[in-house]
C-alpha cells in the first residue's frame, strides 16, 4: 500500500483538534472509535506502545495534517494496529 495513502488513513480516522495539548487517551479512544466505525479493529496496547515514541508536537502535527518524517512513521505504526491492511 501506498505510504501517503496509508498515513491518510491514519490521519482522516484521527480527525483531531488538539486544543491546549494532546491528550493521548483521548487520541487513542477516537482512533480506536473512528476504526470500529469503519468496521475495522485496533489495538489499544498497540497504540499506547506507539504513542509512548512519540511527543505531543509529533502526534498534535499529525492530528493537524501535518506531513513529515515523524509524522509519516507514526501514521504507518498506528495503521499496524489495526487490522486494515490484513493483519
Do not use: H, P
Amino acid at each position: 500500500m501506498n505510504k501517503t495513502f496509508t498515513a491518510f488513513l491514519a490521519v482522516a480516522a484521527l480527525g483531531l483538534a488538539a486544543c491546549g495539548g494532546v491528550d493521548r487517551d483521548g487520541t487513542r479512544d477516537l482512533f480506536i472509535s473512528d476504526m470500529e466505525a469503519l468496521g475495522n479493529t485496533a489495538d489499544a496496547d498497540c497504540i499506547d506502545k506507539v504513542f509512548a515514541e512519540y511527543s505531543d508536537k509529533d502526534i498534535g502535527a499529525m492530528s493537524d495534517g501535518s506531513e513529515n518524517e515523524n509524522t509519516q512513521a507514526l501514521a504507518e505504526e498506528l495503521i499496524a494496529c489495526t487490522d486494515l491492511l490484513g493483519g
